[in-house]
């Protein structure tokens, strides 16, 4: 049995080079949405809306803010699985990982009313817009992120303090 890993793959494009003007765009709405939004929430949401989309770089990302911002490791490992471990999260929390797997997974049809619903019972409504807008843009951040392969792993906490 061999240790070796295998190699990293090649980026398509360094997108935000080619297009600067939506990469600072994307910047400014992403720092608009995140105002107001609990900053452990954010990164619960950021995280699982980038292992529905397979987004590796923002999984990678986002892990490692939240790690550094002090969230449990637990907390982060039982995020793919949190309908079975419900009891690492507040109820306030897993109605906005519900509604990010809603929004996210579009394909399932529309955001169903009692997910709506169970988001609007623990959120305000000023809240509650900012966290779709949160949820809206972290699919964005991991369709540019996933459609160029943005390579994994070089990510460390901090680095991009607007994304």
Known sequence: MTNET??????????STHAPEVYKAMVRLDAAARQGVDPTLLELVKIRASQLNHCAFCLDMHTK?????????DRIIQLSAWEESRHFYTARELAAIELTEAVTVLTNGFVPDEVYERAAKQFEEAELA?????ITVINAWNRFAVTTRMVPGHYTPGQYTNH
């Open 130 to 134: 900012q966290l779709i807008a949160t």
């Open 6 to 15: 295998n190699h990293e793959h090649t980026p398509r494009m360094e997108w």
């Open 65 to 73: 803010d939240a790690l550094a911002a002090g969230e449990s490791v």
